[in-house]
């Protein structure tokens, strides 16, 4: 490899382990129900998941837009930003407030940084080179995730709002790692990306309207069924 695709390897790995350090991954419900109801966090999570879902859905057009570079900044800095929220609330608004925010930045981020990484190092698409790279990104993640789980149980003892804040530094600390690393992509006119989250809106209309027409429809019933019966066995679990 060139010099450059070492520094941006090393970049890559250190971003990697930045982005999966939750140290709130464990301790996410206890924190909650410190300041919300259980029926509060069951509408916190669905209203954030919806919204998360649906900026989903322009995220690759906006990336094509603006840069992936500015959306994977972006993106970081919202979802850094929402847990930090979230850790210095203390009631439902903040809270709610905290994961809209973080979800949203999540949904930008979403696959755009590996791509952004994949396009400087210019690696060919078949490169062993990248593989060996992901793989050993996913690693260093996992072991990332698995510590900050483990240390962030220890530190909910201690104050619960130190795991969120900490993961929101992390996120935070990650847009000031990749700055200098920049999308070289040409630009997509901006009608185009328009009319390309017009098409990618349209899709998603016409698949829900293909599923209530369909057969499938007759088995939602059933599914959201056993679906509550999962739920309700988990909050016994947890109450």
Do not use: C
């Not at 439902?92 to 696959?111: E, H, K, R």
């Not at 060919?124 to 993640?141: D, M, N, P």
Request: glycine share 10%; hydrophobic share 50%.
């Amino acid at each position: 490899m060139t010099e450059q695709q070492q520094w941006l390897s090393k970049r890559f790995l250190t971003y990697k382990l930045l982005t999966n350090l939750w140290f709130l991954g464990a301790v996410w419900l206890y924190f909650y129900r410190i300041f919300i109801t259980d029926r509060q966090i069951g509408i916190l999570d669905g209203v954030a998941f919806a919204i998360g879902l649906l900026a989903e859905v322009p995220s690759g057009v906006l990336a094509d837009k603006f840069g992936r570079d500015k959306m994977v900044r972006l993106g970081q800095f919202l979802a850094g930003s929402g847990l930090i929220i979230q850790a210095l609330g203390s009631s439902f608004t903040p809270l709610i407030l905290g994961q809209t925010i973080m979800m949203v930045g999540v949904s930008f981020v979403s696959g755009a940084d590996e791509a952004l990484f994949f396009d400087q190092l210019k690696f060919q698409k078949e490169s062993i080179e990248w593989r060996k790279l992901v793989t050993k990104g996913s690693q260093i993640a996992l072991i990332g995730t698995t510590s900050a789980i483990v240390l962030g149980g220890l530190l909910h003892y201690i104050n619960p709002r130190i795991p969120w804040i900490l993961t929101g530094l992390s996120l935070l600390s990650s847009v000031i790692l990749i700055w200098s690393i920049r999308d070289t992509r040409p630009k997509v006119d901006k009608k185009r990306a328009i009319f390309e989250l017009r098409d990618q809106f349209k899709s998603i209309y016409n698949g829900f309207n293909e599923f209530t027409k369909s057969k499938l429809v007759l088995y939602v019933p059933i599914i959201i069924t056993v679906q509550g019966l999962f739920y309700a066995a988990g909050w016994g679990y947890y109450v």
